[in-house]
């Protein structure tokens, strides 16, 4: 009761009032909030980098059909995509609880909570990864097995140069992507700028300080797009 009380007392001020008010009182939590959800983005980039795209060209070599067809291989790395991708994220999390604190020995706080995380990071860059290299013209894998290419060599030579403007724009839709579930992490002690707008914003009937929280999340949306955009098209030289 107190708390819609206040609320609307602040309803009457002004916008800017309203700002000043946020940075004063808030200012040091909205820093550390954003903090908390670059390092959860940031963690899930390297990871996905780091173990989605291996995986995904995985799935691409070992395809029925594929430089390397691997039948096992196949079903065991396009299954853990699949099934991964497939998982309500909010579900995901809970689900991985019991291996999170086997890991960290805790399931709160940033650090535990990005684990679930980088998991679903792993799958979907995965998946994208392999649709990019789907769509490359089939006569590279065909002109480099002419040319005498090994396996690694197609790879990291043909298919990963070809399709770098297309790797980039996915790992830019995917960071949204990241953006987007790191909110929910909130829900198991992981911080962040959604969870900041939960609790300060919608609980205490602060809807201002929850608009700017928002706020601030689509402009780092639009930020991360226009940057992956403009990489994108940089490196891209067909």
């Known amino acids: 009761m107190t708390a819609a009380i206040a609320a609307s007392g602040r309803a009457a001020a002004s916008l800017p009032e309203e700002l000043g008010r946020?940075?004063?009182?808030?200012?040091?939590e909205i820093a550390a909030a954003m903090g908390e959800t670059g390092y959860m983005v940031l963690v899930s980039i390297l990871v996905a980098v780091v173990f989605?795209?291996?995986?995904?060209?995985?799935?691409?070599?070992?395809?029925?059909?594929?430089?390397l067809p691997r039948r096992g291989l196949w079903t065991a790395a396009n299954l853990y995509v699949t099934i991964v991708r497939s998982f309500p994220f909010?579900?995901?999390?809970?689900?991985?609880?019991?291996?999170?604190r086997l890991v960290f020995g805790t399931t709160f706080g940033t650090v535990a909570a990005t684990f679930p995380l980088a998991f679903v990071a792993?799958?979907?860059?995965?998946r994208l990864t392999e649709q990019i290299l789907l769509e490359l013209p089939s006569g590279l894998t065909q002109a480099a097995t002419a040319m005498g290419a090994t396996i690694p060599q197609t790879v990291f030579r043909f298919l990963l140069v070809d399709g770098r403007s297309g790797l980039v724009y996915a790992l830019t839709?995917?960071?949204i992507s990241f953006v987007s579930y790191s909110t929910v992490l909130g829900v198991v002690g992981?911080?962040?700028?959604?969870?900041?707008?939960?609790?300060?914003?919608?609980?205490?009937?602060d809807f201002t300080l929850m608009y700017v929280a928002i706020a601030l999340i689509v402009?780092?949306?639009?930020?991360?797009?226009?940057l992956g955009n403009r990489v994108s098209r940089r490196i891209d030289h067909r």
Request: glycine share 16%; with cysteine.
């Open 52 to 67: 989605g795209t291996p995986l995904g060209t995985l799935i691409f070599l070992t395809r029925e059909g594929g430089m």
């Open 173 to 175: 839709s995917a960071t």
């Open 22 to 28: 946020i940075a004063a009182e808030h200012g040091s």
């Open 219 to 226: 402009i780092c949306v639009m930020l991360l797009q226009s």
């Open 90 to 100: 909010l579900l995901f999390v809970v689900f991985m609880i019991p291996l999170t």
């Open 122 to 126: 792993v799958a979907i860059y995965a």
């Open 190 to 205: 992981g911080g962040g700028i959604g969870d900041f707008a939960m609790r300060y914003g919608y609980h205490q009937y």
